[in-house]
Every structure is written in structure tokens, then in C-alpha cells.
């Protein structure tokens, strides 16, 4: 094993040490209510060729808005769960909003939701949060790859094997990566999207001298990709780590590009500017991406029972 590997390893040890017991108390709560909902799986590979944008929750994102809402209903739209009210509100609902807080933090996140919105999570996100989802089935949920070289989330295979036979798929698999943003873009791909365009990826944040001593946070400085000052902390690091290694895997089949136009450089992607980004959206679909979610899911519906 490789030392990525031994450090992966060691980081989903300690992520189950403090979480298993919430993550088990939520699923015992949960499955009753999402055991017969089509997954993620439902999505996977309907949607090839496909524009997607990622809205993620960076300083940036309300800068992308206007292009979003220009060429809105040409793209598939995934939103994490700590931008959805922006976006919102923004003028450019979600297609999809991708939540994998365990916390009920993500109840504040979300806010007020409209119903219809889909939102794709894990089965044991918080009760409070999915059974606000559940009862309009606006909830898609899916589980964590599980690789044994890594350990990778051990958690999952033992609920699987006790729930459902040992079937790690049931629902569908996505790669969480280093957080909600690259599950998102594990969708996105999963999909058949490309190409895959992300807005608010900032990684990084700005903060004046005489403000500093008010952050909480205050990480560490950095420059951007535009030569400017921002701050930066170990969790950003690491996810731009995880894209620097797993976006060039990808770039047979689809393009990716960082199209946020501020924050941490991601060299493994494309950087492109937001309005010349948004062009290449500039096709009409054959599908409403929203729409065709729905049908989807509803045909994985009928079809559940002869699945399983």
C-alpha cells in the first residue's frame, strides 16, 4: 500500500471512530422511510454529453450567477447543500443538490426548501434532515464506494451486509472523495455529463488586515490565482489535492473546467473565465434536466421489485 493509501486509510479510521455512532443511530431511524426509494443509480448514465455546472458555496458564486441564468435550462444543475439558498435565490434552482452531512447542520443549510427540488445523500444524514425530504420523495440516496485497499467506509459494507445482503450497490455508489463538492462532480461524471464546469470553488477566502483578528479560521495565506492574497485551511488543501489526483482519470471521457475565475489554482483542470465557460452551454438540450430526473427515477420505481 501506497502512503495516499496508508493516509486515506488512516483518516476514514479516525472520520468512523468519531461519526459511527451517529452514522448508526441515524441509519436505524432512516432505512424504514428510504429502503424502497430509487437511488442514485437511477441517474447513472442518462444524461451522456450532457453540460453540467457545479455551483459550490466559494465567495465567487454570486459573481457566476448572471452567466448561470442566462443560459439556464441548457445544463444540468448540481448544487452542494451549503450554496442551495443562494443559488435559489439567485434565480438558478438546482437540478440536483448533493448533501453527505451526517450533522443536522444541514437542516440550517438547506433553510426553507421547495418542494419538487431533488436532493441526493447518504442514508444516514440526520433524521430531521431526510425525513423533510423523504415525504415529498425528493430524496435520492446513495452510498459511499467501499474499497477495501483503503478502507473506505468500512461502515457502509457492514450496513450492507446486515440490511441488504451484502449488496454495496443498492443504491448507487459515488466516490466521496474529499467532501460534498467532488462527490458532485463523481455524479456529474457517473452521469455522463461533460462538460463539467464548476462556479464557487474557491477553496480560499479574503480577508482585509483589520478584519483578520475577527475570523474564526484564520488558515493560512496564500496567493490566488490572480497573484492576490486570500487564506486558505487544511480541509481546502486537501481537497484541491484530491482533484489535482483524480480529475486526469477522468479527462478521457469528459472535459472539466474551473471556471470560477478566483481562489486556489486546481492545475488539473481547465481554467476558463465564467462567461466563456457558460458558452459552451449554449446548445439546446433534448431533455429538461429536472424533468428527466424525474422519469428516471420513476421508471428505476416500477422496475424496483424485479431488481431486487
Known amino acids: ?29 432512516n432505512w424504514d422511510s428510504v429502503k424502497g426509494l430509487p437511488g442514485i443509480i437511477s441517474l447513472l448514465g442518462g444524461f451522456g454529453g450532457a453540460p453540467c455546472v457545479i455551483s459550490a458555496a466559494g465567495p465567487s458564486l454570486e459573481k457566476a450567477l448572471p452567466y448561470m441564468r442566462k443560459y439556464r435550462g441548457r445544463y444540468v444543475h448540481i448544487s452542494t447543500d451549503a450554496c442551495y439558498k443562494r443559488v435559489r435565490n439567485g434565480g438558478v434552482p438546482p437540478d440536483l443538490t448533493v448533501s453527505a452531512d451526517a450533522q443536522e447542520r444541514v437542516v440550517w443549510l438547506i433553510g426553507k426548501r421547495r418542494r419538487g427540488d431533488l436532493f441526493a445523500g447518504i442514508p444516514w444524514q440526520h433524521p430531521n434532515y431526510v425525513s423533510r425530504v423523504v415525504k415529498d420523495r425528493d430524496f435520492v440516496p446513495f452510498t459511499e464506494y467501499a474499497d477495501e485497499n483503503v478502507g473506505n467506509i468500512s461502515f457502509w459494507g457492514e450496513i450492507a451486509l446486515r440490511y441488504l445482503g451484502g449488496d454495496t450497490e443498492y443504491f448507487g455508489t459515488v466516490l466521496p472523495g474529499s467532501g460534498v463538492t467532488s462527490a458532485a462532480m463523481d455524479i456529474a461524471y ?23 483578528e475577527n475570523v474564526p479560521e484564520k488558515g493560512e ?21 484530491y482533484f489535482e489526483y483524480m480529475v486526469p482519470k477522468m479527462r478521457r471521457r469528459c472535459h472539466i473546467i474551473n471556471a470560477t475565475g478566483a481562489g486556489l489554482r486546481i492545475s488539473a483542470m481547465d481554467s476558463m473565465g465564467t462567461a466563456d465557460a457558460m458558452r459552451l452551454c449554449d446548445s439546446k438540450l433534448w431533455f429538461v434536466p429536472a424533468l428527466r430526473m424525474r422519469h428516471l427515477l420513476e421508471h428505476r420505481k416500477k422496475t424496483w421489485g424485479k431488481d431486487r
Do not use: H
Not at 1 to 27: C, K, P, S, V, Y
Not at 227 to 233: E, I, L, S, W
Open 1 to 29: 500500500m501506497n502512503q495516499r493509501d496508508e493516509d486515506i486509510r488512516r483518516i476514514n479510521e479516525l472520520t468512523e471512530q468519531r461519526f459511527g455512532a451517529q452514522w448508526r443511530e441515524n441509519w436505524a431511524a
Open 190 to 212: 457517473s452521469m455522463g455529463c461533460s462538460p463539467i464546469i464548476f462556479v464557487g470553488l474557491d477553496l480560499s477566502w479574503k480577508v482585509d488586515n483589520a478584519e483578520l
Open 221 to 241: 495565506k496564500v496567493r490566488d490565482i490572480n497573484g492576490d492574497a486570500v487564506y486558505t485551511k487544511g480541509g481546502y488543501i486537501i481537497q484541491r489535492e
